[in-house]
């Protein structure tokens, strides 16, 4: 607002770089490394993988699969 782009917080160049359906749009799709490769990584550098919190991130049905991954 200081630099003159515009008066509101949540005006229209709000709505221009944070509206999914906005040509202008600023917003990112984050991209996640592969569970293998972190495990891995993890284990490369003599850690332990570990799953913490499976109930809280609602990702129970994933356990299997980090089981062979080594977690």
Known sequence: ????YTNTIFG???NKLFNKE???NI???????DIEEVVG???DAGGI???AHP??????DSIP???ECGI
């Open 1 to 4: 607002m200081e630099s003159g």
């Open 12 to 14: 229209d160049l709000y």
């Open 22 to 24: 906005s040509d202008g």
């Open 27 to 33: 917003l990112v799709t984050p991209k996640y490394p």
């Open 41 to 43: 990584a993890i284990h």
């Open 49 to 51: 993988a570990v799953l």
């Open 55 to 60: 109930y809280l991130y609602d990702n129970i």
């Open 65 to 67: 699969r980090l089981i």
